[in-house]
């Protein structure tokens, strides 16, 4: 009776009497949801409907700290709660703040509590993922990604309901596409599309060419992400000046020099596009740098041109060698290849000569206010701004012959910037030797004063910067013009950031003083030295700056879409093997032949003209543990009593005969019987196996931090190093992985099946290899 009573509750709740029944064999969950019900029921006083229903059921299936189940049920049950979403943030939060008392401003705050998403958002941020689409989705038609869409629409409207969100998508793309032909019906092809598919969609491009192909807003963003980086950035796609026109730029000050020095400016370039990409040799580049390396080299590249590495080497104190060789080479690794690799350090003696000319000039002077009198913005002119020049330039001598200590003298330029700033400082005392001019200089320029000037020096054509430095264009002009020199045009971009990162050079060095990371190359940091040894392709990085576009607003990004970037290559590219990262041991007893037989598996599944790799199938081998079940919950559908389950690649089923347990009861092998798969009838699944294999280590990494902006104060008041995620790195010690990759190198990539995607690790020695796992495979890592 009360079994009956049961499922009643349970089918009123939503779920099919199906299900019902499924959960009532599960007494825990019964109970769990039972309960729930019960205290749901209480608060409304009324029947609970089956859209709570489902969410207490999700609830109750997976909420594991049972203290907090009366908690969320008065969330659910008052509709603060009421999305999918907002449950599995709750279950989140809960998660991670297993203390007493729970800050309900805080857990309401991070599950979306009061947060009401309209349809018309929905419709909205559905509308903006096309169109960002809108080429790609007019070739590919309904073989497009469309989870795509709905993930860049979740990003946008993280408490919307995802059956909306797939509604609307569902809508609109069928009223961009119109209904499915028969070419949508055709299997994908992996490489290219069929004519026919390729004619309907070009046809279509023609019919759309002039509301899509140039889609690019005034202020230089596209809104046609998915056009390559170098699509985005050729000819008129941004609105810049040409090679010589810096003239007929907003804001650019014309001097009674400035055609002549233009003039000799092309005379010098023929009119040939010159960017730069000017790092600080004082530390690892990351994500954010990766966009700057593809706009500073892409503009370049797509116009014809030619970019310049230069390193702003001017803080010699901060400088190491180790930095200078990392930069160069993520810049080729990322694809490109500088014109010339210059250094500030090169041009120190002309900076040093202009500055003189600048004191001449009346446009400079020496000061000897300390640095916490020059801080902040709107202060006090310096008691030493009206010098007389000659005093200034015995005193600046004087600095250069390292007379003055460090601090004690400084060389101020005559100007007010745009953030209010007075009397930038063009040159300050340091006694640090330099990894290239030795002890020669004492005194080093600043950047306010030295990238301006170098930029003129190699005739750079478009000083391509991020935001924050539109505060110091007028000075970039103003310094240029006050020596009468070349003048180049700055021209500002969005930097690009990413959630749960922290990307600042002093922060990961606590990082690693902590033991939180291992160095700069930690897989679990967003540097690029770190990506790489993760495995992330240089293409997908490449990629996902494309998908980013080219902003002017600053832009924070979820790492699930570089993530897809990374897939999208790896499954192009990273050839399939197979690993077991929990093993269990199974012995075929009528194994079919008297040795073991050679098998062979597609690199590539989707394309088997990639060829093949050959593995060995004994009568020994080995599942993942958890691929077998003594006593399967409902919808399992691997290997368990009465169900076979099949070998990839081998084309046998096997089929459980016998378990074999240690003293403390744990499963420690498998006795199975196999036949061929077709010689009966289809299993419900194939497993992934391995015999004969090698024995690995495999590094499994999750995010590094819990909280979305870690260096947020009012996200985590504990400071970042607070909000460190202790479960992100996972070894396995004794992974079993498949014996084609006996031959793998540092940095090779492999799909393992059902798993994901991984790269050898250059800690990987003679005798074991060791894989870091890149990601997960796109399919949920919970199916069956």
């Not at 793309?173 to 390729?198: I, Y």
């Not at 202009?354 to 400079?364: F, T």
């Not at 990273?574 to 077991?580: E, F, I, K, T």
């Not at 089923?653 to 347990?661: G, N, P, S």
């Amino acid at each position: 009776m009360a079994a009956l009573d049961s499922l009643s509750l349970f089918t009123s709740l939503g779920l099919s009497e199906q299900k019902a029944r499924e959960t009532l064999k599960n007494s825990a969950l019964s109970a769990q949801l039972r309960e729930a019900a019960t205290q749901a029921q209480q608060t409304l006083g009324s029947t609970i409907d089956k859209a709570t229903g489902i969410l207490l059921y999700g609830l109750a299936s997976r909420l594991r700290d049972t203290r907090r189940l009366s908690f969320l049920v008065s969330y659910i049950a008052s509709k603060k709660i009421h999305t999918e979403p907002q449950l599995s943030a709750a279950l989140e939060y809960v998660r991670s703040h297993p203390l007493d008392p729970i800050d309900t401003v805080d857990f309401e705050r991070e599950c979306g509590v009061g947060v009401i998403v309209t349809p018309e958002q929905i419709e909205e941020a559905v509308e903006a993922a096309i169109n960002r689409h809108r080429p790609q989705l007019l070739v590919e038609r309904y073989h497009f990604n469309m989870g795509l869409l709905m993930g860049e629409a979740r990003a946008v409207l993280k408490w919307a309901d995802g059956k909306m969100i797939k509604n609307e998508v569902d809508m609109q793309v069928l009223h961009l596409l119109g209904p499915k032909m028969e070419a949508d019906l055709e299997k994908k092809d992996p490489k290219t599309l069929s004519k026919r598919k390729f004619d309907v969609a070009k046809a279509r491009l023609e019919e759309t060419d002039r509301r899509t192909a140039k889609d690019v807003m005034e202020n230089g963003e596209t809104a046609d992400q998915t056009l390559s980086l170098i699509e985005q950035l050729r000819g008129e796609a941004l609105k810049f000046h040409k090679p010589g026109e810096n003239y007929k730029t907003p804001g650019y000050v014309v001097t009674p020099h400035t055609m002549n020095l233009l003039k000799q400016h092309l005379e010098i370039t023929g009119g040939q596009v010159r960017t730069r990409f000017p790092p600080e040799p004082n530390g690892i580049l990351h994500i954010g740098h990766a966009k700057a390396i593809n706009f500073n080299f892409g503009y370049a590249k797509a116009n014809n041109g030619i970019c310049f590495l230069r390193f702003d080497d001017t803080n010699p104190e901060k400088e190491e060698a180790k930095f200078f060789t990392a930069i160069c080479d993520m810049v080729a690794w990322l694809g490109y290849t500088p014109y010339k690799v210059t250094y500030a350090s090169d041009y120190f003696d002309q900076l040093y000569a202009w500055a003189v000319e600048l004191i001449r000039r009346g446009l400079a002077y020496v000061c000897h206010q300390r640095g916490e009198e020059l801080k902040g913005h709107n202060t006090l002119p310096s008691p030493w701004r009206d010098r007389p020049m000659e005093e200034s330039l015995l005193l600046f001598e004087a600095m250069r012959k390292g007379k003055f200590s460090e601090g004690e003298a400084t060389l101020r330029m005559k100007l007010v910037m745009e953030d209010g700033k007075m009397d930038p400082v063009a040159y300050r005392v340091k006694y640090t030797p330099h990894h290239r001019t030795g002890d020669k200089w004492c005194i080093y320029p600043t950047y306010d004063y030295t990238h301006c000037l170098c930029d003129s020096i190699e005739q750079i054509t478009h000083s391509l910067c991020t935001k924050e430095f539109q505060a110091r264009r007028s000075s970039y002009f103003w310094l240029c013009n006050a020596l009468d020199v070349y003048c180049p045009v700055q021209w500002e971009y969005g930097r690009l950031n990413l959630h749960y990162a922290v990307v600042s050079k002093r922060k990961i060095l606590q990082l690693v003083a902590t033991g939180a990371v291992r160095d700069w190359d930690d897989p679990r940091l967003f540097t690029l030295t770190a990506l790489r040894r993760r495995g992330f392709p240089p293409e997908a990085i490449n990629n996902f700056c494309a998908r980013v576009g080219v902003t002017v607003a600053q832009t924070t990004m979820e790492p699930h879409l570089l993530e897809a970037c990374v897939r999208d290559v790896l499954n192009d590219t990273a050839p399939r093997a197979m690993a077991v990262l929990e093993s269990l041991r199974v012995i075929i007893t009528n194994f079919p032949a008297a040795k073991s037989l050679d098998i062979q598996v597609p690199n590539f599944p989707a394309d088997e003209t990639k060829g093949f790799h050959q593995v060995p199938f004994a009568p020994i081998v080995f599942i993942e543990r958890t691929d077998f079940k003594e006593e399967p919950e409902p919808g399992f559908k691997r290997l368990a009593w009465g169900q076979p389950v099949g070998l990839r690649h081998t084309g046998y089923v096997i089929e459980l005969q016998h378990v074999v347990k240690g003293p403390s009861g744990c499963v420690e092998s498998l006795e199975v019987t196999c036949r061929r798969a077709d010689a009966g009838e289809k299993p419900k699944a194939f497993i992934h196996w391995v015999s004969q294999p090698l024995m690995c280590e495999v590094r499994l990494y999750e995010r590094l931090f819990q909280h979305k902006n870690p260096e947020d104060p009012t996200e985590v008041p504990g400071g970042f190093l607070s909000d460190l995620n202790l479960a992100s790195l996972h070894v396995v010690d004794a992974a079993l992985v498949d014996c084609s990759v006996a031959l793998a190198k540092p940095f090779d990539k492999f799909q393992f099946e059902r798993l994901g995607y991984f790269s050898v690790d250059p800690d990987s020695h003679q005798g074991k290899l060791v894989f870091n796992r890149t990601v997960t495979l796109k399919e949920d890592p919970g199916k069956v």
